[in-house]
């Protein structure tokens, strides 16, 4: 993009340090705060990935949207997006055995047990146990399913990559379906669903860009020792199944 138009794309920000948050952030702009992509985000978006990964683009999506949409309900008064899966940890026994009721009358329990099997057989302390029997992880073959996983996670480390960008763009989709962020008239961000083409064209470069600032908002009230918990165990556990040396990033900015 020649420097005149980066300038004008630009000149609405609000610059904070050396990131420029768009406008439709308006007042939150002041409370974001960088957040590590590698460190902490990533495995917090890494359910989203999967379903994305086993089920395809628009299926995973749909699930993805389906689930927090009914936790959020049936959790009225949780103030949580349930979008990163730290959220999942506060579900009590009540609100598992709802939403299990729930996405079993819908017909979606099955194909969403198929999306996150592997993250759980891989990852047994994820609040996502309660959706699975000791039979649906025990017949897991746990050796491909590590090595399809760690080919998938490898997609994720840059979070320029096409993969990445689908799953921050989910992400986002879920914010607003959800209610929590309207879309003004006009803004970029309504070529979300259009994401799947990306990087085919500027524009769509320019709404993957948008997407990456605006992943900070998933994070603004969720509890901070519940992320570095989760965050932790994850990387943790993934040098329990394998030592492993992971390619240099930039440890997530």
Known sequence: MPAKN?????????????????????????????????????????????????????????LACTLSTLVSDILADEKSLFIILSDYFRLSGESKNMILSKLEEDGNLSDLKSGLIRLQALYPDSPFGFLFNESDVSGIDKKDALSDFKEGLASLFDKTTKEAIFVQGTAI???????????????????????????????????????????????VQSNEPDRSKWANYFWNRGLVLEKCMFPDSEGGG
């Open 6 to 62: 980066r300038k004008q794309v630009l000149e609405d920000h609000t610059r904070i340090g050396k990131r420029f948050v768009p406008p439709i952030l308006g007042e939150f702009a002041s409370i974001f705060h960088e957040v590590p992509w590698v460190n902490l985000v990533l495995p917090e978006v890494i359910w989203i990935a999967e379903l994305e990964a086993k089920l395809g683009l628009k299926r995973g999506t749909e």
């Open 173 to 219: 989709y879920m914010v607003t379906k959800l209610g929590k962020l309207y879309l003004q008239e006009g803004s970029s961000l309504s070529a979300l669903p259009s994401l799947e083409d990306y990087p085919k064209t500027e524009r769509l470069r320019e709404v993957a860009a948008e997407v990456r600032s605006l992943i900070p908002m998933l994070f």
